[in-house]
Structure formats: C-alpha cells, structure tokens
C-alpha cells in the first residue's frame, strides 16, 4: 500500500510541474487558450485543479470548509503572481491533511454530483485517490496547451 509520504511525492510532482509551466509561459501565454475545440488555458487548468484539492482533500478529508465554483474555475484568468503563491500554500496545505489523514475514515460530506467524481463510495483514501487522478491528467493535459500555445503564439 503506499505511503502517506509517497502519495505527498507524487501529488507535488503534478502540482509542482503545473506550476512550473504556468511561470514558464508567463503572464500572457498562462492566460490564453490554444485554437483547439474545447481547450482550457493554463491559468483555468491550475486554478481547477487547486479547486480539486481545496475541495475534495480539504472539504471531504479535512473537514474545512471550501467554497467552488467548478465553472468558474475554467474561465479564471489573472496575474500569475498571486496564482502561483496561492497553489504553493494548497500544495503545502495538502502536504498537512494527508499527513494525519485516516484513509478508511468515512468522507465529511457526499461529493456533489456537478463536480463529476468517481461514481462509487469513496472514503477518505479513495477521495485522496481522485485527487491524484485529476492532478495527473491534468498535469499531462497542460504540458499539451504549453506546446500548443508557444507553437501557435511563437513571437
């Protein structure tokens, strides 16, 4: 089974290589979206995902309650700045919940169906799970539009 920590390590290599890309393409690129049919722009997709962690790690694990807005979070665009200290605080943050997390403990709440998680019980290890599933191909997902988007803003 794998560990509090190895779960921490490979969490943090996605969210850490989501933030990377956003400060390497830079104010302008992090905000656009590429010409592809339903493309998110980097700065959308790293604020989804912190939304992913803040709710279902910090809501459904922790027990701290979370505003979202999972639409919104798509649409989000901004300076990069506040983004990128605001995803290092989630990541840290994530680093504490999971480390006294009991994973068979029951969830602090039912999932809400609009935010399309995983359609079994989950406990509190399954929900850890989904995050890591989400910031995966969500880091793959955005090491796409940087390609993408330097190939088509190429200056």
């Given at each position: 089974m794998i560990t509090r920590d190895q779960y921490v390590?490979?969490?943090?290599?996605?969210?850490?290589?989501?933030?990377?890309?956003?400060?390497?393409?830079?104010?302008?690129?992090?905000n656009r979206r590429p010409s592809l049919p339903g493309a998110n722009s980097p700065?959308?997709?790293?604020?989804?995902?912190?939304?992913v962690v803040s709710y279902w790690a910090g809501w459904l694990v922790a027990g701290r309650p979370v505003e979202r807005d999972r639409d919104e979070e798509f649409t989000a665009s901004g300076?990069?700045?506040?983004?990128?200290?605001?995803?290092?605080?989630v990541t840290a943050?994530?680093?504490?919940?999971?480390s006294t997390?009991?994973?068979r403990a029951p969830?602090?709440?039912?999932?809400s169906r609009s935010f399309l998680g995983p359609?079994?019980?989950?406990?509190?290890?399954g929900a850890l799970m989904h995050v890591y599933e989400e910031l995966a191909q969500h880091h793959g997902q955005m090491e796409i539009l940087r390609d993408a988007l330097r190939t088509e803003f190429a200056r």
């Amino acid at each position: 089974m794998i560990t509090r920590d190895q779960y921490v390590y490979f969490a943090d290599r996605a969210l850490n290589g989501m933030i990377d890309i956003v400060r390497e393409v830079g104010e302008d690129l992090a905000n656009r979206r590429p010409s592809l049919p339903g493309a998110n722009s980097p700065y959308g997709l790293l604020t989804h995902c912190l939304g992913v962690v803040s709710y279902w790690a910090g809501w459904l694990v922790a027990g701290r309650p979370v505003e979202r807005d999972r639409d919104e979070e798509f649409t989000a665009s901004g300076p990069v700045g506040p983004l990128l200290d605001r995803a290092r605080a989630v990541t840290a943050q994530l680093a504490v919940d999971v480390s006294t997390v009991d994973p068979r403990a029951p969830l602090h709440d039912t999932p809400s169906r609009s935010f399309l998680g995983p359609q079994i019980p989950l406990d509190r290890g399954g929900a850890l799970m989904h995050v890591y599933e989400e910031l995966a191909q969500h880091h793959g997902q955005m090491e796409i539009l940087r390609d993408a988007l330097r190939t088509e803003f190429a200056r």
